[in-house]
């Protein structure tokens, strides 16, 4: 029997339509088209079924490996890489102006 979770990989603020889209099977983007449309319709109160949702379904069990600072952001932000050493100019001898 299929429960329904908070997505662990899709999820823009909390994961709750992330993990609406994953438990009925159809595409978050469409979901969250959804949503948009009726926050501005003002059916209901959309904002504080939001917030009744993320507080009533529970986090994924966390079978799989380690979350990464993405799962919780909703982005992923790679690590700069490391800065190779500064090459030290060569001093120039020749006060050779004759091409000016």
């Known amino acids: 029997m299929k429960k329904l979770y908070k997505s662990k ?11 609406i889209a994953e438990y009925f099977g159809i595409d978050s983007t469409l979901l969250r088209l959804i949503y ?4 501005f319709i003002g059916i209901g109160s959309p904002v504080l079924l939001y917030i009744l949702l993320s507080v009533l379904i529970p986090e994924p069990k966390n079978n ?5 600072h993405a799962d919780y952001n909703g982005y992923y932000k790679p690590k700069a890489p490391k800065k190779k050493p500064r090459k030290e100019a060569e001093k120039v001898e020749d006060d050779d102006w004759s091409d000016f």
């Open 9 to 19: 990989d899709d999820r823009m603020v909390s994961g709750v339509i992330g993990g």
């Open 64 to 68: 799989g490996p380690e979350r990464t």
């Open 36 to 39: 948009v449309v009726v926050l």
